[in-house]
DNA sequence: CAGCATCCCCTAAGATACTG
DNA sequence: CAGTATCTTAGGGGATGCTG
């Protein structure tokens, strides 16, 4: 199964949309994207919906282009929900899909795995001066 | 935890490595890669070492040189292994490591995410014809 | 057989300035 | 506050031909 095609119907019309091997390679598209994962962590670990200057100023080093665009590409995908709030100025929060919780379970298999596999040879860390065990990092868990 | 450097250590020399910010990216990164789920997938279920052609002829559209490329990084992430045979001309096997092996279960909850949540509005397959259901597509297993 | 060597291309990503 | 608009760049990926 791994040749396939598919498109999208959106009402009447038909949308391309980039071919898939297989499954694994469809999942995969959701989740690659330089800040995805950390967006849905910071969500994930806030636990209330964020707005969207709020939740950029968690995050390090991103633009706001990448991140609206990380942003439209997640919410396209169904897995952050995008909800805008008439006050004014108006707020727009982003907050995780049932969808996007479901997610969940597969990244922390992968943190894990990336803990046992690839940090085995880390010998250091931002501040320059600490090393947490991984047992430290373990439990710190998503993120 | 999710600001991470990390350096290898090379005998004695230090290899600088691309940042992570967690350890969810750096299991990422190992398996991002146009080809690599795909070659993961296709070692998986032949069971036995492949050698480079057998292996290739396998992956439609790929070219030898992004080929051998994804190999190196996965040889050198430590989830294949690279075996040469000096046979005459000589004869060069890889097969999954222990690692690579430990990916599988990742890969079918993300083979199984990506049927569940990406393949609802799929409505057209290579051959244009048959659209297999859903139970079809997951009982064929990983891709 | 198992790959390099060259060349090209496209797209994700980033920097920066601006706005309804 | 929540984004656009421009411009630029790096590098992952691809095509094709050649070789120890």
């Given at each position: 199964m791994d040749i396939?095609?598919?498109?999208?119907?959106?009402?009447?019309?038909?949308?391309?949309?980039?071919?898939?091997?297989?499954?694994?390679?469809?999942?995969?598209?959701v989740i690659e994207g330089r800040w995805k994962t950390v967006i849905i962590c910071k969500l994930y670990r806030n636990g209330a919906p964020m707005r969207y200057n709020q939740l950029m100023a968690q995050i390090?080093?991103?633009?706001?282009?990448?991140?609206?665009?990380?942003?439209?590409?997640?919410?396209?995908?169904?897995?952050?929900?995008?909800?805008?709030?008439?006050?004014k100025p108006k707020c727009v929060e982003y907050y995780l899909s049932e969808r996007g919780f479901s997610l969940l379970p597969i990244l922390k298999s992968l943190a894990e795995w990336g803990l046992k596999n690839m940090f085995s040879n880390m010998v250091e860390f931002d501040d320059g001066i600490t090393v947490?065990?991984?047992d430290d990092l373990k439990e710190s868990g998503l993120c």
């Open positions: 396939i095609k598919y498109v999208h119907l959106d009402g009447q019309s038909m949308i391309s949309e980039p071919r898939y091997d297989c499954a694994i390679d469809a999942a995969m598209s390090e080093g991103i633009s706001p282009r990448i991140f609206t665009l990380q942003l439209k590409e997640m919410e396209r995908d169904g897995i952050i929900v995008r909800n805008v709030r008439s006050t947490p065990s991984k």
